[in-house]
């Protein structure tokens, strides 16, 4: 499959406890991106990388809420301490510059104890 | 800031019937349009997109939707509707240039056989 790819498909996880999710993009693409789903909502913009660069963030992304793409390739959303209001689904998409179309991965669905 | 407004949140029809579902968003400057499709159980699928040139854009499985600049929407149509196209439908946009998409609520489609 070479689809974007996001690990786990879904998380249980204690309040207060870290995260982390994983996602690999499409091999050439060099945009990725990440977006969260609450239900009934579409996705909410949460950052955006170009290759190993974090050019854009969301007032949505608070300071618990780290993101990295180290060499440009899969990229890493880490949420601290969590709070069940970080429930939801966190979806990854990718792009390839300067095409506009973003290829989703099936998410991970985030549930907060 | 950029907005889109799907106003119908749930639709039911029969197989055959026609469909258009609402899209309208709020941005004065030039935009790039997209519908997506998730269905159940799947991730996110774009179905079709507008860039610029022809405002009626034509997707994968009979869809087509029309861009009409003036009136600030993008209707989804199809003519006959199948079972398998129950899903939710989200209509997104973002300004040319910029970097990540906006997405309406969604609609979720019913199709009785």
């Known amino acids: 499959d070479t689809g974007v790819s996001q690990d786990p498909r879904h998380k249980i996880t204690k309040r207060g406890q870290n995260v982390t999710f994983r996602c690999d993009p499409i091999?050439?693409?060099?945009?990725l991106y990440w977006y969260r789903q609450t239900l009934g909502q579409g996705p909410e913009f949460l950052t955006y990388?170009?290759?190993?660069?974090?050019?854009?963030k969301s007032r949505l992304l608070s300071d618990r809420f780290s993101a990295e793409r180290p060499k440009g390739s899969f990229s890493t959303l880490e949420i601290q301490r969590t709070e069940q209001g970080d429930s939801a689904m966190y979806l990854c998409?990718?792009?390839?510059?300067?095409?506009?179309?973003?290829?989703f991965g099936p998410g991970t669905r985030l549930t907060v104890t | 800031a950029q907005s889109v407004s799907q106003h119908n949140h749930h639709v039911i029809l029969s197989e055959a019937a026609s469909l258009e579902l609402g899209c309208n968003y709020s941005?004065?400057?030039?935009?790039?349009l997209f519908w997506y499709v998730q269905y159940p159980g799947q991730h996110l699928q774009l179905l079709l997109k507008?860039?610029?040139?022809?405002?009626l854009v034509k997707g994968i499985k009979g869809f087509e939707a029309e861009f009409i600049k003036s009136k600030f929407s993008f209707n989804l149509r199809k003519p006959s509707v199948q079972w398998s196209d129950t899903a939710e439908y989200f209509c997104?946009?973002?300004?040319?240039?910029?970097?990540?998409?906006?997405f309406g609520t969604g609609t979720r489609l019913t199709v009785i056989p």
């Open positions: 998409a990718s792009s390839l510059t300067p095409n506009y179309e973003q290829y």
């Open positions: 091999s050439e693409h060099n945009r």
């Open positions: 990388f170009q290759n190993e660069a974090q050019l854009e």
């Open positions: 941005y004065g400057g030039t935009v790039n």
């Open positions: 507008y860039f610029s040139g022809d405002p």
């Open positions: 997104a946009v973002n300004a040319a240039g910029a970097n990540n998409l906006f």
